[in-house]
């Protein structure tokens, strides 16, 4: 899939919410979110994780200037921590939701 279309057919659609042919509504996700602004908090997520320079460019496809890029590698150590920082923001994204969604469905308390 072409990126223009999988961004139209898509993206787009996922991000503004839309209604399938089957007639079901698909909410928005986030009307306006792009894959840029995906890689900006994500790059602000390995920041605030104290993830090392080299191991965040490496992540997001990106190369050092001068001679870091030579001579900077990423222990498994450091990815290790990484990936352990990514999976600690998801569990608590999923707690979060499940909480916001408890709270949104519950009953109303007889007084």
């Keep these: 899939m072409r990126r223009s279309t999988f961004a139209r057919r898509i993206w787009a659609p996922a991000s503004r919410g839309t209604t399938l042919t089957d007639g079901t509504a698909w909410p928005a996700l986030k009307p306006g979110l792009t894959f840029h602004n995906l890689r900006h908090t994500h790059k602000t997520w390995l920041i605030e994780d104290n993830i090392p320079e080299v191991a965040q460019a490496r992540r997001l496809g990106h190369t050092l200037k001068g001679i870091a890029d030579v001579y900077a590698h990423v222990a498994d150590s450091v990815d290790a921590r990484l ?20 709270t949104a469905t519950a009953p109303d308390t007889p007084r």
């Excluded at 990936?83 to 408890?102: I, K, P, V």
């Design 83 to 102: 990936l352990a920082a990514l999976e600690a923001r998801w569990q608590r994204s999923l707690t979060h939701h499940a909480l916001a969604h408890t």
